[in-house]
């Protein structure tokens, strides 16, 4: 079952990239929803860059960046003894900016759309931020939430140039999915490339089709 | 009790009030739109930031020079928006229970038992709405339960946003007699906005007039509105005068509610929840009363009230006139043409039968 290596892999980066996006990119979103700072538009152009630029772009900037001789990748090898090339913390890291704007969109229009009205209410009525982010948004804002979270969930299983390029092939480290597929086909071996290929296929069709079934059969009461 | 100093500029706009609040009971925020009411709400509340200084019972909530600035859920302030705001993802009950919770964990918890839920919730007759979603209420309804859930928090201070301005005539009437009767069951200094005299009249003893970022006059309503000065600030058929009658009795035949003003009868129209005996505020528009030297006969209005001219401003380039007359202590406004008043002679001190044509009591 040499196969289910990279399945499980791909998963627990897939999860791993959207539990810290969720954590990251929350604040990110809110506060692209909520400012009026003149540098808003210089954030949101960053943040959107991955949508646009080639995953080989990013992965070159990244390996570059992460690299042992780089600040960020000496002082990661000074705490952690490892790499941050070539690794599934590595892998991680790529995939967080990767899938960024997958976060950050769906839950910014989501803040937006709630607008300010509930939070003041919220407040007139002795919740202190925090409360009624937790109490008030996240309840308004539980669709943006799911889309959010499925789009980069989604997205960071279909990943491939930027793993190829940070991550490399490494068995049990980075070889991901894609990347199995990729090999197989390198090396001629279609069949296995097939069952591969056809399992991320009904992966990601059950993953969305549950969402949007569920949507239908549960559509949020707001308003 | 409530110490405004304060200034805005937002784009072209400019808001500088300069008031103190010491009134129990409702004190009516009044002016057109676009003259900075809800914004003063916003900036007593927190929402909103200014220059300046505002303290409430010995607590600054900000100043400006020394920096401080009370964060709006730290502010006792019971605010009801326009729009209601109820949480879409709560029902009533989930709503009211957001509030109460939040103000037991406040330590606002001495035993005010008017703020207790049971007692809300019986004063606004919520019973039966507890187990809606705010989506499936009517725009009455929804205030209801917003104004319920404003009390809930157990404010010291509340400010009421144009809380009938979304609301149509009728769905106004039926939020009316919980607006009134607010002073008497929570007993809460409250700053109520509104564009309209006939809600100030009936509710508020006291009122600002505010008028492109200005207070322009502060004062009992009653004195207010008779003032013939803030007519440009009023419009020109809001003018009008506020009364104090007292009820005598209803005539089931006719529909008709009997008033005592001043001695005199007066009948309106009949409101069933008013009972023999009780005091109301009345609005009577100035275009709504004509004046006679004589008391006319044969004439279908059946208001009809002797009193006296104490006051007679012409319009210069206007056809119109006004006069106070004075009725057992009281003052009416009318409205009528230059020619008229010059034509019937009339003159300070000289005595007058006003003739009301309606009387404006939203019921």
Redesign the interface.
Known sequence: MSEMGPMWLTVQLAGVTTAVLLVLGTPLAWWLARTRATIKPVVETVTALPLVLPPTVLGFYLLILLSPDSAIGSLWISITGDTLTFSFAGLVVASVLYSLPFMVQPLQSAFENVGAGPLEAAASLGANPWDAFFSVTLPLCARGFLTATVLTFAHTIGEFGVVLMVGGNIPGETKVVSIAIYEHVETLRYAQAHSLSAMLMAFAFAVLFAVYFLNRRFPMRVY | MLDIDIGVTLDEFQLGVKEKLDAPGITALFGPSGSGKSTLLRVL???QSATGTVSFNGSVWQDTDSGTFV???HRP???M?Q?A?????LSVRGNLD??AR??A??GSNEAQSAFSMDHVMAAFDLAELVGR?P?TLSGGERQRVALA??LL?RPQLLLLDEPLAALDQERKSEIMPYLDALPGEFDIPTIYVSHSADEVAQLADQMWVLANGRVHAAGATAEIMQRLDIQSVMGRFEAGAVIRARVLDHDQGYHLTGLDFGGQRLTMPMVDRLAAGDQVRLRIRARDVALATTRPEGISIRNVLAGNITEIVEQSGSPFAEARVEVGGQHLRARLTRAAADEMQLATGKPVFALIKSIAFDA
């Not at chain 2, 705001?85 to 993802?89: C, G, I, K, Q, T």
């Open positions: 509340a927190g929402f964060a709006p859920h302030v019971g605010y928006f729009d705001r109820l949480f879409p993802h957001f509030a939040r103000a964990r406040g979603r989506g859930r404003t928090r």
